[in-house]
């Protein structure tokens, strides 16, 4: 990896993706791209431009430009909001993913690709999760999901693509909010746990998902793609998890820190029904043993460092 094009490079993990990368490769070997309009705050330290990942020729032309080896490719619309508009979703998830790996084959280019918890369904087996089992997901971006894995399968087989990724679970940060997922009321949680000191969960009281703490993410995501190639089996979708947790939970450590904490419910029916057909825990074995995963954060340590990051912010305002 010597110059990195990040797509989708302003959303909840893009943002601190590109902090990282910059750390490692160097500001100016790693073009941050959205289809929003950088912010120049005077906080961007490396090259920044305006990439919609539904135009192969702007692709095309920001490879050539910075001479690109290696795109992690971040543009996708969540859960929620791509069951409220499947056709947007089908487009950006699919058509998106599309031309980032036909850009990629003309180029000789390495794509790291998220996939999710997402791409996992009711008939899936839903405690410890096996890394490769049914895949029927039931909404339309488990569905753009499991497309995109089978796509980045099909490009490292038929064309020699160098394609990896991971099944993230809900990921919780505290520098860019989420994006619109089923598993956004665990990052929201902690913003009113220390703002307003109460929280109504739109995911009901024990609904557990797999979670993990952004710092671990982003090991996840440049983990994989520095891994010894010839040791990956499962390349484009390996099963990656920190903690299986309900909002009871998360609300109980919350309290250990601020006792008069409190949380209610009222259910929204779309992305309950999008957390139930979900696992609620995932076996990563094949992560661990491949490449070497090993997540640092459980739910009590993230609970102590998102309070901490949150309430420095809050204060500084
Ligand atoms: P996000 O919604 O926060 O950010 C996505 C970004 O993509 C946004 O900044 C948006 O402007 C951009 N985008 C949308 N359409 C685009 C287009 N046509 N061209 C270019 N950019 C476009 O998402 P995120 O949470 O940062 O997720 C990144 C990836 O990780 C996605 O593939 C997502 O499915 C996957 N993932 C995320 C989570 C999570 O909890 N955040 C969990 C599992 C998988
Ligand atoms: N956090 C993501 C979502 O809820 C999981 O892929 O959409």
Redesign the pocket.
Known sequence: MEKILV????????SELVVELRKRYGNDNVVA????RSIRDGSDVGPYEY????DPHQIVSIVKKYNIDTVYH?????SAVAESKPQDAWN??VT?LYNVLETARIFGLSVF??????AFGPATPSVNTPQDTLQRPTSM?GVT?VAGELLCDYYFKRFGVDTRGVR????ISNV?P????T?DYAVHIYYEALSSGKYTSFLSARTRLDMMYMPDAIEAAIGVMEADSSKLLHRNAFNVTAMSVSPEDIAAEIRKSIPEFTLSYDIDPIRQSIADSWPDSMDDRSAREEWGWNPVYDLSSMTLDMLEKLSERITKK
């Open positions: 797509t989708g490079s302003l959303g909840q993990i893009g791209t959205d289809i929003r990439l919609d990942c539904l971040l543009a996708a619309l969540l950006v998830n998106g690709t998220p996939s999710s918890i997402g971006y999901k993230y679970p809900g990921i860019t989420p994006g619109g997922g598993t």
